[in-house]
């Protein structure tokens, strides 16, 4: 590791860094040249339209695309170099639409991932059972440890996906449009559960939507994307600043829609 | 059927059997919900081949098929990730391609009908002391390896994407369990015969996603399934004079039917 990201690790506390990273699909444009950091602490919502970058961002982030330009880091480590995955806890777009018919219990869901490869099962090889139970707590469902997860609702299984997140004790979240398919009470739920993760637990939370209106009071940045990064600063400037203007003539929503 | 337990043959069958039944149940679930049902189907036909050459060559046919047939599953592998195709359209080739060379060669050479009909059909009441080691190491080596990435396995099935995040090697996992499937396929050939070698990876699991609320239930129940179809079949192809592929598969699909109307009752054991 060189001095300089050595700085960055222990000073600034940055947890993840974007620097001049570009990505096609094919020859076409995806992102250009975005540099962005996320500091402990942070909750980020990365917002913009239909096909802005978002999800491919953030698969960028955690290592599931590499970029055509530019470098990735995590705690300070090039991802190339980067081994320590439990430190990360990542829920992809639509991960609740799993197999409806898959024979997993919730304790199954997140005793795979807790024993998913020896460094983490090994890390994580005392009391597995009440490591499980806590998280449970956490997300408030530790009831349903015995149950098999396709009886659940689509909020409940939304929150036994954070649970499988937060088992391996990671720093930082990041999340792709996470209630996509969960109604509008579970959603609200589900935010604000993320919102005391931050604040109680100070995970640094990054989150991929396209209705910033529902995650308004909880987050703190915001990074806003149409294959550049148009806006990444303080939530409360990105409310004052003509960004959203721009955003609302796209048709962009800043407020959740109630049906 | 005193006559029956009596037999060296009858008990060599049926512990062959059993190993059989292990590796079948175990595999076939994560075949099953990994959407692969058809790849031992596909790979008794590349089997097929390396049996057909075994036979021309006159050496060790059983051990010729595994050798090609762990090369017909690398050769799906590199198709399937050089190749731009879709779904199981690797196999398909592989397959075709195996069935095949497998006719080619048998039409060069006159007089194998008959021990090349007991791999078609299975021919399990014909299984020597040395057969039966080799299934036992075959079954030893799938339940060893599916119990080290059991719960890789698992996550990967269920989410493959965030098991990538998590650092699960997906890409060998894949592999290992085609490479596992090859080797069950050619387990099950003097079993059950090549054509019916894929209903045991196939059906008892089904069977067993009908009823079974969790993952390791799913595991037992389709184990049991695969047990209780090879035991019975067995000794219904005994009393019925019957071919006893054909009644273990019989068996399987009752289980099968069964579980189907009895899906709303899930297990509670």
Request: proline residues 2%.
């Amino acid at each position: 590791m060189s001095a300089e990201e050595g700085v960055i690790m222990t000073v600034q506390e940055e947890i993840i860094r974007v620097k001049e990273v570009s990505f096609y699909y094919d020859s076409i444009p995806a992102l250009e040249d975005i540099n962005l950091s996320v500091v402990r602490g942070d909750f980020l919502a990365i917002i913009g339209p239909n096909g802005s970058g978002k999800t491919t961002l953030l698969k960028l982030m955690v290592g599931l695309l590499k970029p055509a330009s530019g470098q990735i880091f995590l705690f300070g480590q090039e991802i190339e170099n980067f081994r320590d995955w439990h430190r990360i806890g990542y829920i992809q777009q639509k991960a609740i639409n799993f197999d409806p018919h898959f024979p997993i219990s919730v304790e199954e869901v997140i005793s795979s991932s807790l024993n998913s490869n020896p460094k983490i099962r090994n890390k994580f090889k005392s009391n597995q059972k009440q490591r499980i139970m806590d998280s449970l707590a956490t997300v408030g469902l530790e009831k349903l440890i015995d149950r098999p997860i396709n009886t659940l609702s689509g909020g409940q299984q939304q929150r036994v996906l954070i649970a499988r997140a937060l088992v391996t004790e990671p720093e930082i979240l990041l999340l792709d449009e996470p209630t996509t398919g969960v109604d509008l009470k579970a959603q609200e739920e589900f935010y604000d559960l993320l919102g005391r993760l931050n604040r109680e637990y100070h995970l640094t939370i990054v989150l991929v939507t396209h209705d910033f209106g529902i995650v308004n009071r909880h987050v703190n940045k915001v990074a806003c994307l149409n294959q550049k990064l148009v806006y990444h600063g303080q939530h409360e400037e990105f409310c004052s600043s003509s960004v959203v203007q721009e955003f609302l003539k796209g048709g962009h929503h800043l407020v959740s829609h109630r049906h | 059927m005193t006559e029956l337990l009596a037999s060296g043959i009858f008990w060599r069958a049926l512990v062959a059997g059993l190993f059989l039944a292990l590796a079948c149940g175990l595999l076939g679930v994560f075949l099953v919900l990994r959407k692969e049902a058809m790849i031992g189907h596909g790979l008794s036909h590349v089997a097929f081949s390396g049996l057909a050459l075994g036979f021309l060559l006159n050496f060790m046919p059983l051990a010729v098929s595994l050798a090609v047939c762990l090369l017909g599953a690398i050769l799906i592998l590199e198709i399937r990730e050089h190749g731009s195709l879709y779904g199981d359209t690797a196999l398909g080739i592989i397959s075709s391609a195996g069935l095949a060379l497998g006719i080619l060669l048998v039409s060069m050479k006159r007089g194998f009908g008959v021990e090349l009909m007991s791999f078609l059909f299975g021919d399990i009441l014909a299984i020597s002391l040395g057969e039966v080691w080799f299934s036992a190491v075959l079954a030893l080596v799938v339940v060893i390896l599916l119990r080290i990435n059991y719960h890789a396995l698992i996550f990967m099935t269920f989410d493959r994407e965030t098991a990538l995040v998590s650092g699960v090697r997906v890409k060998q996992l894949d592999r290992m369990m085609v490479l596992l499937t090859a080797m069950t396929v050619v387990l099950g050939l003097k079993l059950v015969g090549i054509l019916l070698v894929s209903a045991l990876l196939v059906i008892p699991a089904s069977a067993a996603l009908q009823v079974a609320p969790n993952f390791k239930k799913t595991l037992l129940s389709s184990t049991l399934f695969s047990f209780i179809s090879i035991i019975s079949g067995i000794f219904l192809s005994y009393w019925l004079d019957t071919p006893a592929a054909a009644m273990i598969v019989f068996v399987s699909l009752v289980l099968f039917v069964g579980t189907l109307t009895g899906k709303k009752k899930k297990m509670s054991f």
